[in-house]
């Protein structure tokens, strides 16, 4: 078997490293909406999304860097542009949305691209033997489907 310095097989890997990538370029997407939504929200629950945005963001820089670290562990090479990101990127570009409920519309359907493309990742990483891949998007996976149901109980 033709091993990585993590001694995982590198043909399993280097689909995982794509899928990574794949992750990251919509994350980056999702943070930057997230950063707009936090600059632009309007109405009356302005106090409320704005701290709730940052929040988001706060959370989704780090995740970028966890997800790029990774990569790198994995002997990869993180994508960083911004033509990458929007060729790769599933996640809807949030342009002009301003709208309390359209803002938070945005952030349940892009957590739920991300969450699909974690569970891709979670089986390719199982398949390659790879525990700290697989535990990064086990934890990631589980706090976002409790924001997506935070998220949803916001919007009923």
């Known amino acids: 078997m033709n091993s990585t310095i993590l001694g995982l097989d590198r043909e399993k890997v280097s689909g995982l490293k794509e899928s990574l990538n794949e992750l990251l370029a919509n994350f980056q997407v999702y943070y930057q909406n997230l950063r707009g939504l936090h600059w632009n929200i309007k109405g009356k629950s302005f106090f409320e999304l704005h701290v709730k945005f940052?929040?988001?963001?706060?959370?989704?820089?780090?995740?970028?860097?966890?997800?790029?670290?990774?990569?790198?562990?994995?002997e990869g090479t993180p994508l960083h542009t911004f033509k990458d990101y929007m060729d790769l990127s599933a996640v809807p570009v949030g342009k002009d949305v301003s709208n309390d409920r359209e803002s938070v519309e945005l952030i349940v359907n892009s957590l739920i691209i991300?969450?699909?493309?974690?569970?891709?990742?979670?089986?390719?990483?199982?398949?390659?033997?790879?525990?700290?891949?697989?535990?990064?998007?086990?934890?990631?996976?589980?706090?976002?489907?409790?924001?997506?149901?935070?998220?949803?109980?916001?919007?009923?």
């Open 114 to 156: 991300l969450i699909e493309i974690e569970r891709k990742i979670l089986s390719q990483s199982a398949d390659a033997d790879d525990e700290g891949t697989n535990a990064m998007m086990s934890d990631f996976v589980s706090e976002q489907e409790k924001t997506v149901w935070m998220l949803k109980s916001w919007l009923a």
């Open 54 to 74: 940052e929040e988001l963001y706060t959370d989704s820089q780090e995740k970028i860097d966890m997800i790029a670290e990774r990569i790198l562990t994995l």
